[in-house]
């Protein structure tokens, strides 16, 4: 027998006895899928959230329960705030939506109360109150509050999302090891915290994390031609209609007329 046809002879040993091992196989694998395919995350689809009246979008697992309350900033304004939360499993998600537009107005009343030569409560003529500080330092100050947390702050970086920019956290939550992953981001005097925390040992919530976008006042989704930061002059944004579905970003749900 020639060197030749004993190799052809050997590799058609070998495919025969693989086919027979996949197929061998083939009823495990059947149930894995099925298993997998039955369970709550595989079934649970995510849907594509879009809010016109905070101008955001971001995936979330189902539809987000909504929770209006007041927040007071660093300055002592008390302000509107919403939570956009959701739940799968043990994972938690939410966008929490903080108005910081009325800043201006409350810490201008309020510095008419200080006493006299308070600089440290009245501020300065253009400034009282400290508002522009309050607004300027908005990210600054809600990512301090996230390292205060009970947790180890393992990440913490500057980032854009359609080039508006903000910062981004990773912490480790001391009580159940939990990985919180964040996103601070100041928008049109609007702040908007994203945070999504998933158990110890699952992967970083990136689908979630990834998703959050902007859209404009005809709820449109939103994208600038450069870096947009929220102290200074809006940026030409990108040229789309609603029709045009670029971006990755989604648009908000027409109202009927």
């Keep these: 027998m020639s060197v030749n046809s004993a190799r052809v002879g050997s590799r058609r040993k070998f495919r025969s006895w693989l086919g027979g091992y996949i197929m061998r196989l083939m009823p495990l694998i059947s149930a894995v899928l099925v ?9 649970q689809e995510w849907i594509e959230f879009a809010n016109q009246q905070d101008r955001f979008t971001c995936n979330f697992p189902s539809q987000p329960k909504v929770a209006e ?17 959701a739940t799968q499993g043990q994972s938690r998600y939410s966008v929490t939506v903080i108005d910081y537009s009325q800043v201006r107005r409350i ?26 500080d309050d ?7 809600a990512s301090w509050q996230l390292m205060k ?30 990985r919180t992953f964040a996103g601070i981001y100041m928008h049109e005097n ?20 990834q998703s959050l976008g902007w859209l404009d006042e005809n709820g449109v989704g ?14 030409p944004r990108v040229k789309r209609g609603r029709e045009e579905q670029g971006q990755g970003r989604i ?6 007329r």
């Design 35 to 43: 298993a997998f395919a039955s369970s709550p995350s595989f079934a």
């Design 69 to 85: 309350t007041t927040f007071r900033t660093e300055r002592g304004a008390d302000v509107p705030m919403r939570v956009y939360s």
């Design 107 to 132: 810490l201008a009343e309020k510095a008419k109360t200080c006493p006299a030569g308070a600089e440290p409560c009245s501020g300065a003529p253009g400034n009282e109150g400290h508002w522009i």
């Design 135 to 141: 607004v300027r330092g908005a990210v600054i100050h």
């Design 149 to 178: 947390r009970d947790a180890r702050l393992t990440s913490f970086e500057w980032n854009l999302v359609d080039q508006v920019e903000g910062q981004q956290l990773q912490l480790t939550n001391t009580a159940d090891k939990s």
């Design 190 to 209: 609007k702040l908007y915290i994203i945070e999504g925390t998933v158990p110890a040992g699952y992967p970083e919530p990136g689908f979630f994390q």
């Design 222 to 235: 939103l994208r600038y031609q450069s870096v947009y930061n929220n102290n200074y002059p809006a940026p």
């Design 251 to 256: 648009d908000a749900p027409v109202k009927p």
